[in-house]
Structure formats: C-alpha cells, structure tokens
C-alpha cells in the first residue's frame, strides 16, 4: 500500500537540513582534532606547566583527555542530530 502524499507543509527540508549535518560535522572534527593532535602534540610544552592529577596537562589529554572528549562529542553527536532530525523532519 503506497503512503499518502505528504503535504507542502509536511515535507521534509533538506535544502536547509544538510548544510547544517555537514557544519556540525565539520565543527565537531576540528574541536576533536584541536583535543587529541593539538592538545596531546602541538600545544604540548605550554599545557605541560599545568597539571591535572599529578600529571602534566598535555600528557593527561594525549593519555586520558582525548578519549574522554572524544566520547562526549560522540554523545553530543547524537543530540545534536535527534535535534536537527526534530526540526526539518527527517526520519532518522
């Protein structure tokens, strides 16, 4: 049985849906890219005269703060998208 047409009003938008996965997506890799390449090496010297639990900062985030960030942007993710998903109605 074939779905009844949606109305104009009901449609999805993906015009407007897309540019703003990819922008979330793109923002989201940068901020994981600054954590775990530019904390943990670039930026190492100037956070090592920091200290979080006895250890330096930049070896604490190339040790233990990338991967705790990493996870809470892939939980951030998520809402994030349960929320685009909301307001352009898409299925996901």
């Known amino acids: 049985m074939a779905d009844a047409p949606e109305s104009p009003d009901q449609s999805p938008d993906r015009k407007g849906y897309w540019p703003e996965v990819i922008r979330l997506t793109l923002t989201l890799l940068a901020l994981w890219f600054l954590v ?3 904390a943990g090496i ?3 010297e100037f956070l090592d005269q920091f200290h979080i639990g006895g250890a330096p900062l ?3 985030f190339a040790q233990n703060g990338s991967i705790y ?3 809470a942007l892939i939980f951030y993710y998520c809402a994030a998208m349960n ?3 909301k307001k352009y ?4």
């Not at 109605?89 to 996901?92: A, F, K, L, N, Q």
């Open 36 to 38: 775990s390449f530019g």
């Open 89 to 92: 109605r898409i299925e996901g």
């Open 69 to 71: 960030v990493f996870v």
């Open 42 to 44: 670039l930026f190492r």
């Open 58 to 60: 930049g070896f604490w």
């Open 83 to 85: 929320r685009l998903e």
